[in-house]
């Protein structure tokens, strides 16, 4: 996997699908942003389990807080100072385990 910054071209293609899915933009630096929102602590905390073994497997890990069952999570790629492919692939990731897929 590449270790570059996402490409105008890596954007148009990458950034639809999860814009449409429910993340944003950063407005102040080259970032994705997503709120989640779960039943309660335990179940956000338990997802919140899921991503930081994952962050863990791909050495890629996000910003993020909780209060009670909501979630806010930022992901870029600190190495590149913006987004890179493992931001894309890593918020695919996330999404699979919020939908229980
Ligand atoms: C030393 C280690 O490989 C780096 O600190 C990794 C760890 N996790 C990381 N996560 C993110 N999001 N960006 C990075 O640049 C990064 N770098």
Do not use: C
Not at 5 to 18: G, I
Request: negative net charge.
């Amino acid at each position: 996997m590449t270790k570059d910054q996402l490409t105008e071209a890596d954007r148009a293609e990458a950034l639809p699908e999860l814009l449409a899915a429910g993340w944003t933009m950063a407005e102040d630096r080259d970032a994705l942003q997503r709120r989640f929102a779960f039943k309660d602590f335990r179940a956000a905390f338990g997802w919140m389990t899921q991503v930081a073994l994952l962050a863990e497997k791909f050495n890629h890990h996000p910003e993020w807080s909780n209060t009670y069952n909501r979630v806010e999570i930022t992901l870029t790629s600190h190495d590149v100072g913006g987004l890179s492919q493992r931001d894309v692939t890593f918020a695919r990731k996330i999404d699979a385990i919020a939908t229980g897929k």
